[in-house]
């Protein structure tokens, strides 16, 4: 169950101010503005923070922990968008729709989360244009990862999807060639758009070629050179 509470990572807005380049751009006063809107729960891992289809009265920012951002589709399957990590602001598409979550976000470990009431964070945007320049800078570069992520998805043959999923997960999520995964294999197959069992037959195989290397949830990228060429050969 979560919990709400305060912690040190999520003192006031004025903090976040250093953590967040978008919020820096907020004067004092909007910043305490924000800050009377906002509260922080806990989250274990596995518990679901926003549910797809549900109403979207809060952004969410991460203060801990990592989480999947994914859709639900039929017969129960997911599709992993991408990894969420603390400092990003999240749930920006809901804002001036239809005011539901089109996506569901858990936790992938035990975490802890800020949630920003929508108004608030609007009233920010009305009242600060350079804010909402930064605001819509923003949501394009996340409109165009979606963009690549569906060539990947819809282009390229498993190999590459893998080659692709593990260059995001290193390069973007983990920035390091050396990683505890907190991904189950589950989530690896619902981040590239495959089968359980083709993720962990095509992971095998890399490992056996020496491309990677697992140890459980421990892997290493050995070649990143080679995992880029069949992420370009696809």
Same mark, same amino acid.
């Given at each position: 169950?979560? !919990? ?6 999520? =003192? ?21 503005? @924000? ?30 922990? @990592?989480?999947? @951002? ?14 969420? !990590? ?10 001036? &729709? ?19 009431? +929508?108004?608030?964070?609007? =009233? ?12 819509? !800078? ?5 409109? +165009?990862?979606? &963009? ?31 990683? %505890? ?15 359980? %069992?083709?993720? +962990?037959?095509?992971?095998?195989? &890399? ?11 421990? @892997? =290493? ?14």
């Amino acid at each position: 169950m979560a !919990k709400f509470s305060k912690s040190d990572n999520c =003192k006031s807005c004025l903090d976040c101010n250093m953590r967040i380049p978008m919020l820096s751009i907020l004067s004092r006063p909007e910043l305490l503005e @924000l800050n009377e809107s906002r509260f922080e729960v806990k989250f274990k891992a596995g518990e679901t923070i926003f549910k797809q289809g549900t109403s979207a009265t809060h952004l969410l920012i991460l203060t801990t922990g @990592l989480a999947k @951002l994914y859709v639900e589709g039929v017969q129960d399957k997911q599709l992993i968008i991408r990894i969420i !990590k603390p400092w990003e602001i999240v749930g920006q598409a809901s804002l001036y &729709f239809d005011n539901r979550h089109h996506y569901s976000i858990a936790a992938l470990d035990n975490t802890t989360a800020c949630f920003i009431e +929508i108004n608030a964070f609007k =009233k920010a945007i009305q009242t600060n244009p350079i804010f909402a320049e930064e605001f819509i !800078k923003n949501c394009t570069r996340k409109g +165009i990862f979606n &963009f690549e992520k569906m060539v990947s998805l819809s282009q390229k043959q498993m190999h590459g999807r893998i080659a692709d999923g593990l260059i995001y997960l290193s390069s973007k999520v983990y920035e390091d060639l050396n990683f %505890d995964l907190h991904l189950s294999r589950q989530d690896v197959a619902d981040l590239t758009g495959m089968s359980k %069992d083709s993720a +962990i037959r095509i992971l095998k195989e &890399f490992h056996n070629e020496g491309i990677i290397e697992m140890d459980g949830r421990k @892997l =290493k990228i050995l070649n990143f050179t080679q995992l880029e060429r069949i992420s370009e050969t696809g």
